[in-house]
Structures are given as structure tokens and as C-alpha cells.
């Protein structure tokens, strides 16, 4: 999967994604993402002050990459916002696939561990996956207006903020038992729970079952 | 909040609970786990023999802490088996207190990280999550039977099992966001969302708004 090309800091940003997805933040020493990278530990620290460093540009390499995969995603061809947003859910069920280093979060994994230790990765990673959300809430607030109700939550007492962080919260909870669980099959499931959470949220699905 | 008393394993064990919590497991020594232990390094590899070890023994006092504090909760005591369940996440909301490394979970924090390279202590993380979950789904069974559905999910599309599951995802994507925002709310958020989709999914709630 790793591209080989790319300057010496592509290497070791690249490096980092693999390695720290597979093993964590703090079991990744500079000496590993060396080897991965194929770069000597002087190029490391050309590139990088300090591990820490690392992990800062490691985010928002991420936040680029990831950027770039959702905005390229089928799901914006849809025209209807509230399907738009559940077509975005199904993508994230699609792209399940693979090793659990492929398909798990690199800013999620990260701030795990290193949230207290090193706050300067903490609040890379937090603006990662508060960006991403961030990208869902015109969707949610267009799907809420056209109910006749207010983004902000007066009314409903949930704002389209709060939806978008919570898809990410379900996202990130059903990765971490897909590793518990050595598969994607139980993270599949928790995604088609959320799903079916909006659908009911705004209406579009009936509550109980029709047999 | 940790007690000094104890056995020397227990207090090892209390020691991980802490610093696992507040760093996660890699980044966690040996000599930090003595250093706040209070216990020599020969008392350490008495007990455990190796830091491996020592993360699935960790994992298990998690379990059996845990299914103490919530075989003691108050939510037990309510009688009907739907509002028990959302009294237990009314529960989960309001436990979510204190310093993040105190309200956050031990065994989600340790998958994260080793899943891979520590497969034996990711089998008892695995079996700490999944054992809790467990514990909802016979109210979860018994809320399906009382309106006619089936707790396998044949007919509703999801089954007991796979919504005592989804609880724990919301919940542990939940203390990933509230590390990356630096506290509680975000998480409390999530819960709220979780509760109202229960709610709904049961058919105990309207879909819309009524203003």
C-alpha cells in the first residue's frame, strides 16, 4: 500500500500511518520509522525536531490524505441532503476492508495514548476528526431545516454539531472493537445502527418492525 | 483515588490501572509501574513475568472491578427491562467524572494500542468488553420480546447481541473524543444520542419534534 516515491518527509509521514496504526504511537520509535521510511535517523531530524513533531505532522498529513479520499467519495453526488449524509455512512461501511492497520484511525489510535503526555499531538488529532465532522454539518443542518427545525437544537435538543461529532464517535467506539474482535464485521454493525439512528431521527423510517 | 493498601500484585495491578489510563500501556514501564506500585522490581517479576503478563492480569482486574461496580448500580433496581437499560446509560452519563484518566476505560485504551502485537492481552481486552455487553443483553431480550420481536433479529434487522455491542462502541468512541476535546461533554453528548436512539428503536419515543 505505502508509496515508495515521494521526498524523505513523505517517507517517514507515510512510515508513521503504517506503523503507528499497527502498533501505537509510543511503541513506534524514530529507529522503526527509519527503516520503514528507508531514510537514515540524521534525515529524521532534518525533517522532524522530535518524535513529537512526528506525531503533530503525522495528524495533519492524515487530515490532508483523508480530506482528499472524502471529498473525492461518491457519496457528494447524491442530491438529497439526509441521503447524502447516510450514503457518506454507507462509504465508511464500504471502505471496511483489509487489515485493521488499513482501515482504523491513525488521529484516533494516537490520541488514546498520548492525549495527556503530548498535548500538542492531542490537539492535532482533535482538529482532525472535528474537520472531518465538520464537513457532514451543512448536510445535517440542510436535512434539519427542511423539517422545519433549527441546527442549533432548540426544539429537537440535538444540533447538527453534536450528530456530526457523534458519527465520529460511533465510528472511532466500533474500531476499537473491530481490534477487539479481530474483524471489521461488529464495526459494520455499529455503523448500520447509527444509520438506522438518522434515518429514524428524521423521520424517514418507522420504529418498529413490519412483521 | 488508588489504595496503597493491598498485596503487592495488587497494588501493581492498581498502578497499571492508573498509568495505562493517563499514558497509555506502551509508553507505561516497568520502572513506572514499580515507582508508583511502591514495590521493587524483583516484586514486579515475582508476580508477573513479563510486562505482557502483567497487561492481561491488568485487563482482568479491569473486569473484575468493573462488574463489581456495576452488579452494585443503581439501575438494577428499576423493573421495567427498556427503562433499565437506559437507567444503566443515564448511569454510564453520569459516571463520565473526575480527570479523564479516571473515567475512561482501560481495556479500550490497551486494544487500541497492542492489538497486534500483543494479541494475548487484546484476547482479554476483547473478553472485558464483550463479557460487560453481555450483561445488557438479557434486558435488551426481554424489551424485544414484550413487542413481539425476536432477540435474534429476525424480522427487526439488528438482534440483542448486536445492540449490547453498539452500546459499548458509542461508549468508547465517546472517551476517544472526550481525550481529543480534553473533557466530558462531547462524551455525555454521545450517550444522550445512544439513549435516543434506544428510545426510539423501542418505539417509546416520536420521531419528530413537537414544536
Same mark, same amino acid.
Given at each position: 500500500?505505502?508509496?515508495?516515491?515521494?521526498?524523505?518527509?513523505?517517507?517517514?509521514?507515510?512510515?508513521?500511518?503504517?506503523?503507528?496504526? %499497527?502498533?501505537?504511537?509510543?511503541? +513506534?520509535?524514530?529507529?522503526?520509522?527509519?527503516?520503514?521510511?528507508?531514510?537514515?535517523?540524521?534525515?529524521?531530524?532534518?525533517?522532524? %525536531?522530535?518524535?513529537?513533531?512526528?506525531?503533530?505532522?503525522?495528524?495533519?498529513?492524515?487530515? +490532508?490524505? !483523508?480530506?482528499?479520499?472524502?471529498?473525492?467519495?461518491?457519496?457528494?453526488?447524491?442530491?438529497?441532503?439526509?441521503? &447524502?449524509?447516510?450514503?457518506?455512512?454507507?462509504?465508511?461501511?464500504?471502505?471496511?476492508?483489509?487489515?485493521?492497520?488499513?482501515? +482504523?484511525?491513525?488521529?484516533? +489510535?494516537?490520541?488514546?495514548?498520548?492525549?495527556?503526555?503530548?498535548?500538542?499531538?492531542?490537539?492535532?488529532?482533535?482538529?482532525?476528526?472535528?474537520?472531518?465532522?465538520?464537513?457532514?454539518?451543512?448536510?445535517?443542518?440542510?436535512?434539519? &431545516?427542511? &423539517?422545519?427545525?433549527?441546527?442549533?437544537?432548540?426544539? !429537537?435538543?440535538?444540533?447538527?454539531?453534536?450528530?456530526?461529532?457523534?458519527?465520529?464517535?460511533?465510528?472511532?467506539?466500533?474500531?476499537?472493537?473491530?481490534?477487539?474482535?479481530?474483524?471489521?464485521?461488529?464495526?459494520?454493525?455499529?455503523?448500520?445502527?447509527?444509520?438506522?439512528?438518522?434515518?429514524?431521527?428524521?423521520?424517514?423510517?418507522?420504529? &418498529?418492525?413490519?412483521?
Amino acid at each position: 500500500m505505502m508509496a515508495r516515491t515521494g521526498t524523505a518527509r513523505e517517507k517517514i509521514l507515510d512510515a508513521a500511518l503504517k506503523l503507528v496504526r %499497527a502498533k501505537g504511537f509510543s511503541a +513506534t520509535s524514530v529507529d522503526d520509522l527509519c527503516a520503514e521510511a528507508g531514510v537514515t535517523k540524521g534525515a529524521f531530524f532534518h525533517h522532524f %525536531a522530535s518524535k513529537e513533531a512526528l506525531g503533530v505532522a503525522a495528524a495533519e498529513h492524515w487530515s +490532508t490524505l !483523508t480530506t482528499k479520499l472524502f471529498a473525492g467519495a461518491p457519496y457528494h453526488l447524491v442530491a438529497d441532503p439526509l441521503e &447524502r449524509l447516510l450514503a457518506y455512512l454507507q462509504f465508511r461501511r464500504d471502505i471496511l476492508r483489509g487489515e485493521l492497520a488499513e482501515f +482504523t484511525c491513525l488521529v484516533g +489510535t494516537m490520541v488514546q495514548e498520548v492525549y495527556a503526555e503530548h498535548p500538542a499531538i492531542g490537539a492535532a488529532c482533535q482538529a482532525s476528526i472535528s474537520g472531518h465532522a465538520a464537513t457532514l454539518e451543512p448536510d445535517i443542518a440542510a436535512a434539519m &431545516r427542511a &423539517r422545519g427545525w433549527e441546527p442549533d437544537g432548540s426544539g !429537537t435538543g440535538w444540533s447538527a454539531a453534536s450528530l456530526a461529532l457523534h458519527t465520529q464517535a460511533v465510528l472511532q467506539g466500533a474500531f476499537i472493537l473491530a481490534k477487539a474482535k479481530g474483524g471489521p464485521a461488529i464495526a459494520e454493525e455499529s455503523v448500520d445502527h447509527l444509520s438506522r439512528y438518522i434515518r429514524m431521527l428524521f423521520g424517514s423510517l418507522q420504529t &418498529r418492525p413490519t412483521n
